[in-house]
């Protein structure tokens, strides 16, 4: 994950079931919805649990922490909690 430590990503999140109502909460993120279904949206905002339904396309910018400064902080020298 070195790659993107530090960086802000954008991830496209589809619900491609059947019927269903998906929640999205990565712990410890905050993800800044900025389209819907292709759409750039006008004002984006701030959200930290997305729920998406079936047939649904939300583009969401998510900045990925340094990871080793977590480790530094934790005390817990070595382990980056993504293994």
Known sequence: MDTFED???????????????????????????VALNGRKLKSAYEKDTI??????????????PHFKVWRSISGEEGQTGQE
């Open 51 to 64: 729920y998406i339904a079936s047939g649904e396309r939300i583009d969401v910018l998510v900045r990925i």
């Open 7 to 33: 960086k802000t990503v954008l991830l496209r999140l589809m619900a491609l079931g059947a019927d269903h109502v998906f929640a999205i909460h990565p712990h410890g993120y905050h993800m800044e919805v």
